[in-house]
């Protein structure tokens, strides 16, 4: 099942100057992956989102592109990062 997302990000105090919201797709819902980071305690409270949605999204782009050169060195690491932290 594929989840679509719409992102949002504000530069906090600045709210004269525009978001930048872009589309995304994730074979795994966000919202749960944030929770499951949350209870697994590997950062803080605070933390959890950013690591949860960043890893995902960066995840998703190193897949679609792990045969360049430039996402060949990530695709070693991060799945196993994101593998580990779904594991807790």
Do not use: C, N, Q
Not at 21 to 48: C, Q
Not at 68 to 82: H, N, Q, R, S, Y
Request: charged share 25%; aromatic share 4%.
């Amino acid at each position: 099942m594929t989840h679509h997302y719409t992102i949002s990000i504000a530069a906090a105090g600045k709210e004269h100057e525009p978001a930048l919201v872009f589309a995304v797709e994730s074979h795994d819902d966000l919202v749960a992956t944030v929770e499951r980071v949350r209870s697994a305690d590997i950062v803080s409270e605070k933390e959890a989102p950013a690591l949860a949605i960043g890893l995902k999204l960066l995840g998703e782009v190193i897949i679609r592109h792990r045969d360049e050169p430039m996402f060949a060195e990530l695709w070693k690491t991060v799945p196993g990062l994101i593998k580990s932290i779904k594991a807790r």
